[in-house]
């Protein structure tokens, strides 16, 4: 999607809205003992109250509203009857649909008291997403998102998920641009402005790579590894892009 008004913006702007309430009160929930599903509900109650679609269930129907990941599952984790325990590390993930804009953020932090290893990466993540942001700008090549993300993941001793990552948004859960924001110099697409897109880097300390599960969804890292996300909707514009999801 390209935002070509002002009412597009808003438009963005209100998913967004509807996104980070959702997300801030699941995690604000997320304590030892309770399930995954019992997160979910708690997103999807804040999501219809706003009036908004969960993205996954509209686009693919996915059996949850929001994606839970804990530990070494990485992305599209269903919500259940999985009990959270301390220390956990959890990736919740929201994405939704209102008046036909779609917003898409995640975050990865610990379930209870903080453990550094844990905490380490979930940050490195967050600093890796910070990095990338001030290199986008209209006119620029789409590499300064790998390129800055790479630096980051490199300098703190981490791999990045190779086949995940950032991608397109805005009138669907996912549009073009696709792409991983792996340093790549031969990359010869373009940031443009009003371009709307996610970033969405995953660090890990294992071998670079997910693998789907049996349940047909989730995607994980070899069990003990640690695999931590973080990721915003932005705009491009000339200047610092606008961050939907703030």
Request: hydrophobic residues 40%.
């Given at each position: 999607m390209t935002v070509d008004c002002?009412?597009?913006?808003?438009?963005?702007?209100a998913a967004g809205r509807a996104v980070r309430t959702a997300f801030d009160a699941m995690k604000k929930a997320a304590r030892s003992g309770m399930t995954t599903a019992d997160l979910d509900t708690i997103g999807a109650r804040l999501l219809a109250q706003a009036g908004a679609r969960s993205a996954p269930q509209l686009y693919y129907d996915f059996p949850g509203a929001t994606c839970i990941s804990v530990n070494e599952e990485a992305a599209h984790g269903i919500p259940g009857e999985r009990v959270l325990n301390?220390?956990?590390?959890?990736n919740i993930d929201v994405s939704a649909e209102l008046a036909g804009y779609v917003a898409d953020m995640g975050e990865s932090f610990i379930v209870g008291a903080s453990r550094p290893l844990e905490?380490?990466?979930?940050?490195?993540?967050?600093a890796a997403v910070r990095?990338?942001?001030?290199?986008v700008r209209a006119g620029r090549s789409l590499n300064v998102i790998g390129r800055a993300v790479q630096k980051v993941a490199d300098h703190a001793g981490y791999k990045i998920v190779e086949n995940l990552g950032s991608h397109g948004v805005g009138r669907s859960i996912h549009e073009e641009p696709s792409y991983v924001p792996i340093d790549n110099p031969r990359e010869?697409?373009?940031?443009?402005?009003?371009?709307?897109?996610?970033?969405e880097p995953f660090l890990t300390t294992g071998r670079p790579w997910v693998n789907e599960q049996a349940d047909g969804w989730t995607l994980s890292v070899a069990p003990g590894q640690l695999v931590a996300q973080f990721e915003h909707t932005l705009v491009v514009t000339d200047r610092e892009p606008v961050i939907i999801t703030r």
């Amino acid at each position: 999607m390209t935002v070509d008004c002002d009412e597009d913006l808003k438009g963005l702007l209100a998913a967004g809205r509807a996104v980070r309430t959702a997300f801030d009160a699941m995690k604000k929930a997320a304590r030892s003992g309770m399930t995954t599903a019992d997160l979910d509900t708690i997103g999807a109650r804040l999501l219809a109250q706003a009036g908004a679609r969960s993205a996954p269930q509209l686009y693919y129907d996915f059996p949850g509203a929001t994606c839970i990941s804990v530990n070494e599952e990485a992305a599209h984790g269903i919500p259940g009857e999985r009990v959270l325990n301390e220390g956990d590390m959890i990736n919740i993930d929201v994405s939704a649909e209102l008046a036909g804009y779609v917003a898409d953020m995640g975050e990865s932090f610990i379930v209870g008291a903080s453990r550094p290893l844990e905490q380490r990466i979930c940050d490195t993540v967050q600093a890796a997403v910070r990095a990338a942001l001030k290199m986008v700008r209209a006119g620029r090549s789409l590499n300064v998102i790998g390129r800055a993300v790479q630096k980051v993941a490199d300098h703190a001793g981490y791999k990045i998920v190779e086949n995940l990552g950032s991608h397109g948004v805005g009138r669907s859960i996912h549009e073009e641009p696709s792409y991983v924001p792996i340093d790549n110099p031969r990359e010869s697409r373009k940031l443009k402005k009003g371009m709307v897109l996610t970033i969405e880097p995953f660090l890990t300390t294992g071998r670079p790579w997910v693998n789907e599960q049996a349940d047909g969804w989730t995607l994980s890292v070899a069990p003990g590894q640690l695999v931590a996300q973080f990721e915003h909707t932005l705009v491009v514009t000339d200047r610092e892009p606008v961050i939907i999801t703030r």
